[in-house]
């Protein structure tokens, strides 16, 4: 601003006006007044418009850039400190997150990665993360075919997917193996359900038992059945609803070591919600599972945890809504696997 300025020495200021006026002009600004050292001058700096507009727009520039220089030096140190922590042999913390962070990615809950993940370091690609999955879920699943009942039982939640499972499940030993199969409809609590029942049933076989609400019935029939298999379906209930789960236990309590207990779960179904079902669920004895809607999602991160968590047998998956086809097998823990890494069904 000095640079624009003039300077001039008066003994008073009316007078410096007068003379800065006719020099500088009528808007002439007046910049600094101060009394000279050692004498009773004035030492005014004084500019002219023009010069005080040039000087303003060269201060701005320099704030701007003053201002850029600030923000490429915050730039710079986080890229310095980012550049360090890479380089920093200590680096424990980064490498354990790359991992666990990848596992996330796959759909694992933080309980399972927590489980596993000593099993993993960060040197591992693809393919060797792949094969410690099979390997670790594979040694915890059941292969057992000791409890290869006769009688199917489903259980589960509402609305996951029991009656259609059962008839594709059903159509299988009818219309491949040729088998002779009987129905019994335990729901006697949902509004449609023996409707539903009934028009599954009467493709699969000329055995279909509808209306059986009480234990001596469910007796009756399993006594007096001519077919090589039975299915049963059984009410939707929540896990909350113990009264509900207990209700549908003690009709088929009876036939509980004789039978094949197949709890449904949905694949879109949380994390934490499925720990619950199972654990409800568990007073019956599961003999296997099946995760139905696996066409509903991209995830199967839920399917390992749980496999893993409580080592069910797994054959079957349901993928769609039509009977029978919409049903898929698993042959092995690489299945699952395979799926979590793909996203999407590949069985
Ligand atoms: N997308 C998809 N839909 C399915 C699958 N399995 C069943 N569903 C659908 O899910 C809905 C409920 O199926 P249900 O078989 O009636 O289920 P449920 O468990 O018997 O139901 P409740 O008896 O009411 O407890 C229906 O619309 C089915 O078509 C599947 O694998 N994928
Ligand atoms: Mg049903």
């Known amino acids: 601003m000095e640079n624009q300025a003039k300077k001039y020495l008066f003994s008073s200021m009316p007078e410096a006006l007068d003379v800065i006026k006719s020099d500088l002009g009528e808007d002439a600004y007046i910049i600094t007044t101060n009394k000279q050292k050692g004498s009773d001058m004035l030492e005014i700096y004084a500019c002219s418009p023009e010069n005080m507009k040039k000087a303003y727009n060269k201060q701005n520039s320099i704030d701007r850039i003053k201002m850029l220089e600030n923000q490429v030096n915050a730039i710079f140190n986080t890229i310095s400190k980012m550049a360090e922590s890479i380089n920093n042999p200590d680096t424990g913390d980064i490498e354990e997150d790359a991992i666990v962070s990848r596992l996330h990615c796959l759909g694992l809950d933080d309980e399972t990665i927590n489980d596993i993940s000593s099993e993993f370091d960060d040197s591992m690609d693809d393919e060797a993360i792949k094969a410690k999955l099979i390997k670790l879920l594979d040694n915890k699943i059941s292969h057992s075919e000791s409890d290869d009942h006769n009688i199917f039982i489903f259980i589960g939640p509402t609305g996951v997917g029991k009656t259609t499972t059962l008839s594709k499940i059903a159509s299988e030993y009818t219309l491949i193996n040729n088998e002779d199969i009987a129905t019994v409809n335990l729901d006697v609590i949902r509004q449609g359900a023996k409707n539903q029942f009934e028009k599954y049933s009467n493709l699969l ?51 509980r070591n004789q039978s094949r207990k197949i709890l449904v779960l949905s694949a879109v179904t949380k994390y934490n919600d499925l720990k619950d079902i199972c654990e409800k669920f568990s007073t019956y004895g599961i003999d296997e599972v099946v995760f139905t809607k696996i066409d509903e999602t991209s995830d199967y991160g839920n399917i390992y945890s749980i496999l893993y968590k409580y080592g069910f047998r797994i054959k079957n998956m349901g993928c769609g809504q039509e009977v029978p086809k919409d049903i898929k097998k698993i042959s092995s823990a690489e299945d699952i696997v395979s799926m979590m890494f793909e996203k999407k069904s590949v069985i």
Request: glycine residues 6%; aromatic residues 10%; charged residues 30%.
């Open 205 to 255: 076989t000329n055995e279909m038992h509808k209306n059986v609400i009480y234990p001596s019935q469910l007796r009756r029939v399993i006594k007096n059945c001519g077919k090589k298999r039975i299915f049963i379906d059984t009410s939707g209930r929540s896990q909350f609803d113990e009264n509900g789960i207990m209700e549908t236990y003690k009709m088929i309590e009876e036939f």
